[in-house]
C-alpha cells in the first residue's frame, strides 16, 4: 500500500499553488499550472513511494498561514520543515538558494559561485527550474547575468510581482543585485 501526500491547493495574489505535506513537513509549495506539473508531481510521488491526496495537515495550515504573511509584508523569511526530494546536487543548490536575502538576487553565476562550482551555470539553472517548493525557497530571486528576469515556473509576471513585494527595484531590468 502506498503512502500519502496530503495536497491542497492555494491562491496566491501571483497565481495558484500546491501545497503538499508529507509526514508533516513540505515537500510541495508549486505553481499548480506550470510546464513542468507532470515531471515535478512524478518525480515526489516516486521517490516517497505515495500518492497525492487532496486533504489537509498541520504543516499545509502553517504553510498557508506564512504566506498570507509574506503577501501581506508580514513575513520574510519562512520557519517551515521541509522535505527536498531531488538528486544531490539539487538539494546543494535549493539549500543555498534559502540563503538568498529576502529582496535580494543573485544571477545563476553568482549561485554556482556559492556552491563552490562556477562552470556549473546550466545544471543549476535546472536545479533552480526542478525547485518544487517555490517562493519558500526562493527561485524567484535568480535572474540572467545581464539582471533580466529569465526563466520561472510561474511565469515572469509572477516573478516580476514577487521581486517588486520584496522591494527589488524593477524598471525592465534588475538594478538591485547583492
Known amino acids: 500500500m502506498k503512502e500519502c501526500i496530503n495536497i491542497q491547493f492555494y491562491k496566491t495574489p501571483v497565481g495558484e499553488l500546491i501545497l503538499g505535506s508529507y509526514q508533516n513537513k513540505i515537500c510541495l509549495a508549486d505553481w499548480r ?3 513542468m506539473r507532470n515531471t515535478i508531481d512524478t518525480r515526489i510521488c516516486k521517490k516517497l513511494n505515495a500518492v497525492f491526496i487532496e486533504n489537509t495537515s498541520d504543516i499545509i495550515e502553517k504553510t498557508k498561514e506564512q504566506l498570507h504573511e509574506y503577501f ?3 513575513r520574510t523569511k519562512f520557519d517551515l520543515d ?5 538528486t544531490d546536487f539539487q538539494k546543494q543548490v535549493w539549500l543555498e538558494l ?7 538576487t543573485y544571477s545563476y553565476l553568482e ?3 556559492k556552491i563552490n562550482n562556477e562552470k556549473a551555470v546550466r545544471a543549476v539553472a535546472s536545479a533552480n527550474g526542478a525547485n518544487a517548493i517555490s517562493i519558500i525557497i526562493p527561485c524567484h530571486r535568480i535572474v ?3 539582471g533580466k528576469l529569465v526563466g ?4 515572469i509576471p509572477a516573478k516580476k510581482k514577487l521581486l517588486e513585494l520584496e522591494g527589488v527595484c524593477i524598471n ?4 538591485l543585485f547583492v
Not at 520561472?152 to 511565469?155: I, N, R, S
Not at 525592465?172 to 538594478?175: E, K, P, S, V
Open 33 to 35: 499550472f506550470r510546464k
Open 72 to 74: 501581506a509584508k508580514k
Open 82 to 86: 521541509l522535505l527536498l526530494i531531488g
Open 98 to 104: 534559502q540563503k538568498i536575502p529576502f529582496g535580494k
Open 111 to 113: 549561485l554556482s559561485k
Open 144 to 146: 540572467g547575468s545581464n
Open 152 to 155: 520561472y515556473a510561474g511565469g
Open 172 to 175: 525592465n531590468q534588475l538594478r
